[in-house]
């Protein structure tokens, strides 16, 4: 992935970039889900596997390689970065592994989510269910789709 200027007026620019993040950090996770896997505890008792982490670093270093001007704020970030984004006028707000237990129950249903923050607005999301193969994206000025496993596009419309 090659660096972007960053236009916050057209985040749709930026959507399959960080579309292949998504797709990357999935492959990670599947990657643990078709093995053995230790299962620890974080401090508020939820569950954290080795997916969780391999994600994290896969979506926060593809990320960077993208917008490295960006902080990222992600489920597994250390409480010093939560902190401080009250303070972060633009951000990449990211759940690595949405669905721990249920990857860990092996039942499917988990995601990858990466959001691009704009004053205090989301302006780009990306949801990704690698088990499922399904994938929904959305940006401000290009709408949102669903994509399945073979890339066909189905668009969503709100009502």
């Known amino acids: 992935m090659a660096f ?3 236009d916050l007026q057209r985040p749709y620019a930026l959507l399959p970039e960080v579309i292949a993040v998504a797709r ?6 599947m ?3 078709a093995q053995e896997f230790a299962v620890t505890l974080k401090d508020d008792q939820s569950p954290l596997t080795a997916a969780d982490l391999a994600a994290h670093r896969s979506i926060k270093a593809g990320l960077a390689q993208i917008a490295p001007q960006l902080p990222q704020l992600s489920e597994e970030s250390p409480a010093s970065e939560i902190a401080a984004r009250r303070e ?3 951000l990449w707000l990211i759940d690595p592994l949405d669905g721990t237990r249920e990857f860990v129950q092996r039942n499917g249903e988990f995601t990858v989510n990466i ?3 704009h004053d205090h607005e989301p302006v780009l999301g990306v949801l990704y269910a690698p088990a499922l193969g ?3 994206a959305a940006a401000r000025g ?4 669903q994509l399945d496993a073979q890339e066909h596009r189905t668009p969503l419309r709100a009502t």
């Open 4 to 6: 972007m200027s960053l």
């Open 31 to 33: 990657a643990i889900y």
């Open 88 to 90: 972060w006028r633009s």
């Open 142 to 145: 290009a709408g949102a789709w």
């Open 134 to 136: 399904l994938m929904y």
């Open 115 to 117: 959001a691009l923050v």
């Open 24 to 29: 990357a950090a999935g492959r990670e996770i």
